[in-house]
């Protein structure tokens, strides 16, 4: 900053004054002067204090630059006495630095709306921008003033100045959607990081899954869990709605679904009424808002009976396909979680063959599985009639390609979680 002294630069007691310089400095900034100078630009650096001196000559200048810093209450009201006598006048200002804080009662538009903003350093605003705001304000008072002048920023420089702002912007704005998409596939590895690393299959029993996240994170979450020698159990889970918040509700699922619990050298395996109860019951008593409520079902499997119990709460049924037979829904009731806290649930047993396949899949999955009808109840789509008496890998890797092939509405993309199982013969 160069120090200049408080008098007039180019000063006529009759003539037009372009711009008048209030400071509470005994500085201006450089930028500010060359640019002045360069363009040629009657101007007068006047302290604050002496406004009064020029206040019976408004009529004579054309925009008023304010600078001020560290204003205290007394200064605040100074300046704002002095804005208010030069929008009574009609004459365009530019504030650099401080706003005055108080209202300004005598005019309706508030000072801190017409006024042009920047903050403590010339470094935080472009001069072409201070240039293009003298321009626009100069040209406004002449005209109202019947002074004849033609544009002092052609009209080509101003439209590349907004043109270079509205690059700038577009840059910054794409940098912040590049970073929030990293952030989000960040999310959706870690999310992946919950779901099961490797299937517990048998020579009994083989396993298959799809997990399609409809954006970078799911609000289905997915396990099979080796609970002993004896027992696999599995489950699927929905939260209403997908996206992160419904992601961040699935890592609360995985954490609140107890499948067993451990007591000195003994365990207990809880049976698939009293895991969904619990879930609920844990589910309830966080009162969360938003995307509160979600779906399970959650299935025990004994790998030396074949016996299977499973219980629901709000779930599509399971599908059950035997060789030779149509699939079929095995029904059970059950509610929502998060809903009702003192909610019961109930459980089915069904003895499995050699040859069976089981499904638990999500809602986002139907479209390719089957619908139901008011008329004729739930039908099951031709695309999975197709694939059904596949071995259950191969079936779930071609539901896996009719799901990314089928057209969807983007307002109907939902997240798609399927595990299935077969006994194998």
Not at 222 to 233: A, L, M
Request: glycine share 4%; charged share 25%.
């Amino acid at each position: 900053m160069e120090k200049v002294e408080l008098l007039p630069a180019i000063e006529s007691e009759k003539s037009f004054t372009d711009v008048l310089y209030l400071t509470n400095q005994n500085h201006i900034p450089s930028e500010v002067k060359r640019l002045l100078k360069r363009r040629k630009l009657s101007y007068r650096i006047l302290p604050i204090d002496k406004f009064p001196e020029v206040r019976d000559g408004l009529d004579l200048i054309g925009t008023v630059i304010i600078e001020t810093k560290d204003s205290d209450t007394s200064r605040q009201q100074q300046l704002a006495r002095i804005i208010e006598s030069l929008e009574m006048e009609n004459i365009g200002m530019i504030l650099l630095t401080d706003r005055p804080e108080m209202p300004v009662k005598s005019f309706s538009i508030s000072p801190s709306k017409t006024s042009f903003s920047m903050v403590n350093t010339m470094e935080s605003f472009s001069i072409d921008e201070l240039w293009a705001k003298v321009s626009a304000n100069l040209a406004h008072r002449k005209k109202s003033s019947g002074i004849t002048t033609k544009p002092l920023v052609p009209r080509k420089h101003v439209l590349r100045i907004h043109r270079n702002k509205l690059a700038e912007q577009l840059s910054m704005t794409k940098s912040l959607a590049d970073n929030l998409a990293e952030q989000l596939r960040l999310a959706g590895l870690v999310q992946q990081d919950f779901l099961p690393t490797y299937m517990p299959n048998t020579d009994e029993v083989q396993w298959a899954s799809i997990f399609m996240p409809a954006e970078w994170v799911s609000g289905d979450i997915y396990d099979i869990v080796r609970i002993d020698e004896q027992h696999i159990g599995f489950y699927v889970a929905d939260v209403v709605g997908h996206g992160m918040p419904a992601a961040l509700l699935t890592i609360f699922l995985k954490q609140a679904l107890l499948m067993r619990e451990t007591y000195e050298s003994n365990y207990r395996i809880f049976p698939p009424t009293e895991v969904i109860k619990n879930l609920n019951v844990r589910m309830a008593a966080q009162k969360l808002s938003g995307y509160q409520f979600a779906t399970c079902c959650y299935c025990l499997l004994n790998i030396k009976t074949l016996q299977l119990t499973y219980a629901r709460a709000g779930h599509p049924y399971p599908i059950l396909i035997r060789p030779g037979q149509q699939p079929e829904q095995i029904q059970i009731r059950g509610s929502l979680l998060g809903v009702f806290e003192k909610a019961e649930y109930v459980q089915q047993t069904v003895q499995l063959q050699h040859g069976d396949k089981l499904l638990v899949y999500s809602d986002g999955a139907e479209p390719f599985i089957g619908k139901f009808e008011d008329k004729t109840g739930f039908g099951f789509s031709e695309e999975f009639l197709e694939v059904k008496d596949l071995p259950v890998v191969e079936m779930i890797d071609k539901l896996n390609t009719i799901a990314h092939n089928q057209p969807i509405e983007p307002s109907e993309v939902d997240d798609i979680t399927v595990v299935a199982l077969e006994i194998l013969p």
